[in-house]
């Protein structure tokens, strides 16, 4: 095992070569390459017999003509070499071009510096006392830690990791937050790994794992099915927005009952959307009985709310935007109005057409019209904003 934990990739693409027969990369081909930055002083450089000469060919923004930034390559392991003063000089370069190709040609929705920079192997930095982490694109070397203190810091680690309360992790240091199983937490170094049940303050999430750090704040305990509920969502177009107003502005909770049934949690109430066969959430509401004009005791079951949509993130913000007492002033007002039942619904935000969701005629189909006047989509759009971007 290496001591950076990379592995060699396979070797999918012809290899280039100029008019001199010397070897030649762009920055995407080191996606299908091991880039391994050395120190001059590297000794098992010298001895490699298979090395040939070679460069890395950049393009500067808008300009017609290349930077060739000299490097070795094993075209046997394939292995780049590179000298540490040029992967200091180059990488970010390299590291933005590479980025690009992943986000373009590979199709990767998002990737992060963090997660480029794990790719590049730093074995040849590593000795008994030291070790090497790439910071701000460049190599910075470290002191390794004492065995008994490197031990007590994986302990405390260990202990993080364990702890179902704590669910947030992120470097000291600086950086986004990030869910325990992102892949991007195994570059956090041991003294700088920290954790807590809070939200840090002036800390934003990890692109990578953010939904997935919602869905565990909405579902808790529950978080060893995760793969379940990232699937529902996925499957009733939810979108990252919506499932965070609705768990980190509203409070909302989620249980799956079944593969096609989820319980939702937002207030005092409780909901069912259930998911038919031909891919119709039908939302349902828990029981209660009225022991006053304004109060209520919720009881056991569920009953149909003649609320239905395609994608389930219409019926959150249904459920986002119910309460007792606005129940009870549009029923007041229908009853007022000599209205029927589906005339309270509108009142609550839900206008159903022939009882058919007709999503694709506009924007909100059968649910949203009173949104729409009340301009709480707008409200909600403006608050995510102001909190991440502003």
Request: hydrophobic share 35%; charged share 30%.
């Amino acid at each position: 095992m290496m001591k950076y934990e990379w592995e060699h990739k396979s070797i999918t693409h012809k290899i280039k070569r100029d008019g001199k027969g010397v070897c030649y990369f762009f920055p995407s081909d080191l996606a299908e390459l091991t880039l391994m930055p050395y120190p001059e002083s590297w000794e098992e450089l010298a001895v490699q017999q298979t090395l040939q000469s070679a460069n890395i060919r950049l393009r500067p923004e808008n300009q017609g003509w290349y930077q060739f930034v000299p490097c070795r390559y094993d075209e046997e392991e394939g292995i780049v070499y590179i000298s540490e003063e040029n992967f200091n000089q180059y990488w970010k370069k390299i590291r933005y071009k590479l980025m690009e190709y992943y986000l373009g040609k590979k199709r990767v929705r998002t990737i992060m510096n963090e997660e480029l920079d794990s790719q590049v192997c730093l074995d040849a930095f590593w000795t008994q006392t030291s070790e090497a982490r790439i910071m701000d694109a460049k190599i910075v070397i470290f002191s390794r830690l004492p065995e008994e203190e490197r031990l007590r810091l994986m302990s405390k680690r260990a202990s993080i990791m364990d702890n179902r309360k704590i669910l947030y992790v992120f470097n000291q240091n600086g950086g986004p937050v990030h869910d325990k199983t992102c892949e991007l937490v195994k570059s956090i170094s041991l003294e700088d790994f920290c954790g807590a049940e809070e939200m840090p303050e002036g800390r934003g999430f990890c692109a990578k794992c953010r939904r997935r750090l919602h869905i565990r704040l909405a579902i808790g305990p529950d978080f060893k099915n995760c793969q379940i509920y990232e699937s529902f969502l996925q499957r009733c177009g939810v979108s990252e927005m919506e499932l965070e107003y609705f768990v980190r502005e509203c409070g909302g909770k989620m249980f799956m009952e079944s593969l096609q049934v989820m319980r939702l949690k937002c207030g005092e109430d409780t909901w069912k959307a259930e998911r038919k066969e031909d891919g119709l959430l039908v939302l349902y509401h828990n029981n209660y009985i009225r022991i006053g004009e304004d109060e209520r005791f919720i009881t056991d079951g569920f009953h149909e709310q003649n609320v239905c949509a395609k994608k389930l993130n219409r019926i959150l913000r249904y459920v986002e935007d119910y309460t007792w007492k606005g129940h009870l002033e549009a029923k007041k007002s229908a009853e007022d109005n000599n209205l029927t039942e589906d005339a309270v619904l509108q009142e609550e935000g839900y206008v159903p057409e022939n009882g058919v969701v007709q999503e694709d005629s506009q924007e909100y189909g059968c649910i949203g019209d009173s949104m729409v006047k009340s301009e709480a989509w707008w409200k909600r759009l403006a608050a995510w904003l102001k909190k991440w971007f502003i």
